[in-house]
């Protein structure tokens, strides 16, 4: 069973920091697709802001943590209809676009001398997404292959 959950899950996919990966959850798509969009594109992937970056042991552990608690909210059908950061999820990203962005001084005072959040400003990062259930159909990018016959493009479930 261990396997089959694994195999199904792209869960060797968690590995790396490929932005597709956080596609392999259908509610992540607009995430994605204005990720993919947007100016931070050309520059960061997704674990560029939403994981720490002070080691490699702090970054494998949150990001294992997250994970799961995504895995749980997502297999249980329990994901909000707009995603918004975790309580543990704020002061990490906060701090990675502190870290960027830190040679742009007048963003940066604003940034560490108020209690507001980068993207309490900054709300179009991901676009302006006002339900998973509201986004066009043309947004949402195919999600990947996990090497499954049934799961192929045109493949008949049958």
Known sequence: M??????????VSYLSDAPETCMNCHVMTD???T???????????CMDCHVPHNNIVGKYAFKGMDGMKHSY????HQEPQVLKLSKGARPVV???????????????????S???????CHQNIHGRVHSLSAS??????????AGLPWMKKGASHE
């Open 2 to 11: 261990f396997l089959f959950v694994a195999r199904v899950s792209n869960a």
């Open 31 to 33: 995430a994605y697709a």
């Open 35 to 45: 990720w993919r969009r947007g100016s931070h594109a050309r520059v960061a992937v």
């Open 73 to 76: 909210v997502f297999t249980t």
């Open 94 to 112: 906060q701090s990675n676009c502190i870290r960027c962005h830190k040679d742009q001084i007048a963003m940066i005072k604003l940034a560490t």
């Open 114 to 120: 108020s209690k507001q959040s980068c993207w309490h």
């Open 136 to 145: 066009p159909e043309v947004l949402r990018p195919g999600l990947p292959d």
